[in-house]
């Protein structure tokens, strides 16, 4: 191999680097090292002149290798290899040194050694680029369809606008309906229009569109594939009523003598065995709940069947897998409200007039257990006086230390509502009221001009009258400085919190998504690439990614639908060269590199040797570290590579006395 020719680039990142680096010193301690044959600086490489000047040093100076220190690969690696393209040369000789987020930003207060770290990185940088290796980037073939997991707003929403840019797309719910917690919900703040006026047109749109394939009371089992050429394996639970003949008349219901708790109305009201969750229901279909259902047969029951004019209830209806393949997939599988029983000190599950946020919104509506009264519990009596506490399972070292952003908000709608309705004296008891979004301030400005009582402070016990179920609150002013106890409260409503569903841990074991530390699916950059997932071809949206409220959401899963088309618009697309290679005279077929690779990217062929596939390998370097006769090399990241780097540091040490 011929002498490579490295030129290197200094970012100054404005003052980010160069405020704290020493650039001209760092320029010096390196101009001399082999190899190098030019070494500029400039404000921003970045930027488009910026660019210029690298693609014209390559030509002035023969380059056949690039170094640049500026912040980090992610941000910028992409750009710089676009540069090199047009230079004329292969994208992966370059190598980036991240002076920015690894030095300057960690090092400010003493330049000495942000100065000596840099010029090492850049050391490290030039050994590893002597020994880069030109790539070549292969393209797959990307299915035309896509798999919305999570029937909510944000699904239907993503779902929508990838069918109708004339893709197809499988729309996995595991609840009866599509509708997800907004169809549980009354109102939606700050304007106060009804919610189900919003989401039901968008449900009824689809569940009728031609490119939308409805999949309920239905999990995501299995995901093999890469992106492109995902294969989907989906298990459907029966539903014992047959869509296409159910004409939701409720004949059945009518007939049915078993009364079990009503999950959609927050376990307030009762429904039959078969049932429709509520009137709007997508699909607008029945459902027999076989575990409270009485029997099947004529002799312990049948009444449903007998009833049923359109003949659609099938008792002999079984468990369905089903298996397509798709080119993306977009995760929007929502949220849970955290349990209040955790906090003890509440009472909620022990007191019937401590209740949560989405039992009040169930109330609230008028198609909801109460008609739309909000009652006590206890005696089904309009409430006088009503304490809602903030924060319950959210922003607490014991529970959830993050905040869930939209308890605030639907704490002062539902306190809006219920004073103009009732005319009750409403206390909120809060630790920071934050009404982030566009008029939620004049919202919160409006109720409390109306008379709902804003009280900064936490709530520290609620105490029961067990014969009146009248309950006292104890808590703290913390603007005046005083305890406050609150006698003879009515209702006391619980700001609960909201928490990644259960689902959501054998989701990431399937689709290889990560979790931050609170649960939710951690983005692949939370300003630059918000919906993308670390998994190429998987986006996230709404909830799944964490607390947020319907506009956001819905914004969400616009992205994140514009990511999925924009994948499966090109029809093929490249994968970075990042994977590993296999000497097959080398390997022994011990298949111990299939058993520790991550991503199932590794198998044995027809002759025993490990083979990787090039758009499932991430580039991890497991497969690496654990082949004991070193058959297999990590593309880009190669130990000789890796070694140069760590000699060219340690040379550089000083000895010891």
Known sequence: MPERRIGIFLCHCGSNIAGVVDIARVIDAVKDLPNVVHVEDYKYLCSKPGQQIIKDRIAEHRLDGVVIGSCSPRMHELTFRQVMREGGLNPFLLEIANLREQDSWIHQDDPEAATEKAIDLIRMAVARARLLEPLEEPTVEIEQSSLVIGGGIAGISAAIDLANAGFKVYLVEKEPTIGGKMARWDKTFPTLDCASCILTPRMAEAGSHPNIELITMAEVERVDGFVGNFEVTVRQRPRYVDIDRCTSCGDCANVCPVDVPSEFDANLAYRKAIYIPFAQAVPSAYVLDMENCLGVDAVRCGKCKEACGADAINYDDHEKTIKFKVGTIIVATGFELFDATKKEEYGYGDFPNVVNLGEVERMLSSAGPTGGHVVRPSDLKEPKRIVYIQCVGSRDERTNRYCSRVCCMTAVKQARMLRDKLGAEIYVFYIDLRTFGKGYEEFYESTAAAGVTFVRGRVGEILEDPETHSLTVRGEDTLLGKPVQLDNVDLVVLSTGVVPPRSAKKIA???????????????????????????????????????KDIPDTVAQAKAAAAGAMSLMGKGKITIEPYFSVVDEDRCSGCAVCVSVCPYNAISLNERGKAEVNPAL??????????????????????????????SEYLSGLTPQS
């Open 617 to 646: 390998c991430k580039g991890c370097g497991t497969c690496t570290a654990a082949c004991a006769s070193g058959a297999i090399t990590s593309q880009h990241y190669t130990d000789s590579q890796i070694e140069a780097m760590i």
């Open 509 to 547: 074991q399937l689709l290889n998504l990560s979790q931050s530390p609170d649960g939710f699916f951690l983005e692949a950059h939370p300003k630059l690439r918000p919906v993308d997932s670390f998994n190429d071809g998987i986006f996230v949206a709404g909830m799944a990614q964490g607390p």
